[in-house]
């Protein structure tokens, strides 16, 4: 039995890739700052510092599943969660990567970690975020919270 693969399977194997444009500085540290904006407004507990980043017609789905659409929900979603449970939380984001499918178009890997009275918990995201004159924005936004495991059951936050 050989090991050299078939037509078949090269065919499984050839895929395209997302990132069609080369990764341009400038637009990772803007995406960055946009993350630390988002991140000073939810310490602050500032909804509108915190939504000023997202699209008119965005689409968040938090981290219980709930999908919030349109701007106008998301902060009447956030401006409730701010005045509590979240009051006195607080949370720090980190980006482990940024693709470009389009020069104006990212995927946004967020690592979320927040920090409350009681403990500390991790949510990871992604966010589709468009570039429209010379700001980026969110459109869509999927949060993920990491269940803590142990690293011996190969199934903890991978970081």
């Known amino acids: 039995m050989s090991n050299e693969p078939t037509d078949q399977s090269r065919k499984l194997l050839d895929r395209p890739t997302a990132q ?29 510092m915190l939504d000023r980043l997202f699209t ?6 938090v981290p ?10 998301i902060y009447a979603y956030h401006t409730a969660r701010l ?19 389009n020069e104006d178009i ?4 967020t690592r979320q970690t927040t920090t409350t009275p009681e403990r500390t918990f991790t949510n990871h995201g ?17 949060n993920t919270n990491v269940v803590d495991r142990s690293p011996e059951d190969g199934r903890g936050d991978p970081g």
């Open 56 to 61: 008119a017609d965005a689409v968040v789905v």
């Open 126 to 142: 992604t966010s589709v975020m468009i570039e429209t004159d010379d700001e980026w924005w969110i459109c869509a936004m999927q």
């Open 83 to 101: 005045e509590s449970p979240a009051n006195n939380w607080h949370t720090n984001y980190s980006i482990p990567i940024i693709m470009f499918p």
């Open 20 to 48: 069609q444009s080369p990764t341009n500085e400038q637009a990772v540290t803007q995406i960055e700052e946009r993350f630390v904006t988002l991140e000073t407004g939810f310490n602050q507990n500032d909804p509108t």
């Open 106 to 109: 990212a995927v946004v890997h």
């Open 64 to 73: 219980d599943g709930t999908v919030v659409r349109g701007w106008e929900e």
